[in-house]
């Protein structure tokens, strides 16, 4: 009996011994949460101005009459009779440039300027008096002028355009526009010859068949914005422009009242 309580005793305290030397379990830290990526901020694309707010460039254009046609003046009576004709000469190629500000919307507006030139080929022919049919001499007043005359003009216009895109939008865009325009005579400069019984004497006098200095008239076109990989917009267009008053208009000097004109601007 002994003998077994000293077994009992012997594997109690070896028990005891082994959970002594054995570690208590132990709970495991929470993971911890994965950092999160840096946050990065939206991007923002820049809108590009296909139709800058500002831009400027120069001008070249195309009449297809230049702006003083041919005319005849025909006066007679018993005692003066006058025949004068004018041709009308000259390049219809102009140039100038344009400066134009964006608005809001599809719409903007453009100042523009051209120079202009015409030539004129002037002949005159008067007889003044009467002849005496009883003698062989001719007693009227003969006289033949001959006029070659160059004129610069200046026309000027601000037209209000609307495009077919808004202007931040790509690609090839099309336009209306309208709005007054002004013509001022720049120079005038004449080489007359004027013959009286066979003596011939030359002056400079400009002509004098000027009546308005400056005119007045309205603009109306069309045209076409096209845009490069360099930054230069090319823009052709058509342009047709009433003119309310005539610059020329006394015996057969003659301004035309409707131009018709092609354009070709580059602006940047």
Same mark, same amino acid.
């Given at each position: ?20 030397? #054995? ?15 840096? !946050? ?19 001008? $070249? ?11 005849? @003046? ?6 003066? /009779?006058? *025949?004068?004709?004018?041709? /009308? ?5 102009? @140039? ?25 080929? +002037? ?10 049919? $009883? ?5 009227? *007043? ?6 070659? =005359?160059?004129? &610069?003009?200046?026309? $000027?216009?601000?037209? %209000? ?7 931040? !939008? ?10 007054? =325009?002004?013509?001022? %005579?720049? =120079? ?5 010859? #004027?013959?009286?019984?066979?003596? /011939?004497?030359?002056? *400079?006098?400009?002509?004098? &068949?000027?009546?308005? *200095?400056?005119?007045?008239?309205? +603009? ?25 008053? !005539?610059?020329?208009?006394?015996? =057969?000097?003659?301004?035309? &009242? ?11």
């Amino acid at each position: 009996m002994e003998s077994i309580r000293l077994r009992l005793l012997t594997v109690m305290a070896a028990a005891s011994f082994v959970n002594a030397q #054995t570690p208590a379990p132990t709970t495991p830290a929470p993971a911890k949460p994965a950092a999160e990526a840096p !946050k990065q901020a939206p991007t923002t694309l820049k809108k590009v101005n296909y139709v800058r707010p500002i831009s400027a460039g120069g001008t $070249f254009g195309f009449l297809a009459l230049v702006p003083v046609g041919e005319g005849s @003046f025909v006066s007679a009576t018993n005692v003066l /009779s006058r *025949n004068d004709e004018t041709k /009308s000469k000259g390049s219809p190629i102009g @140039f100038g440039g344009l400066v134009q500000v964006a608005l809001p919307k599809k719409f903007a507006v453009a100042a523009t300027y051209m120079i202009h030139a015409s030539k004129l080929e +002037t002949t005159k022919n008067t007889i003044e008096g009467i002849d005496n049919p $009883f003698t062989t001499a001719d007693e009227r *007043n003969i006289s033949d002028v001959k006029e070659n =005359s160059s004129i &610069k003009y200046r026309d $000027f216009g601000i037209l %209000v355009r609307r495009y077919d895109k808004d202007h931040t !939008k790509q690609g090839v865009r099309v336009f209306v526009e309208g709005g007054p =325009s002004f013509r001022a %005579v720049q =120079s005038i400069r004449t080489t007359r010859t #004027t013959t009286i019984l066979g003596v /011939s004497t030359t002056d *400079n006098k400009p002509i004098d &068949k000027k009546v308005q *200095n400056l005119t007045r008239g309205w +603009t109306g076109g069309i045209g076409v914005q096209y845009n490069d990989d360099f930054g230069f917009r090319v823009v052709p267009e058509f342009r047709y422009t009433r003119w309310m008053d !005539k610059t020329f208009d006394k015996d =057969s000097y003659n301004s035309r &009242k409707n131009q018709f004109e092609v354009i070709l601007s580059i602006t940047f």
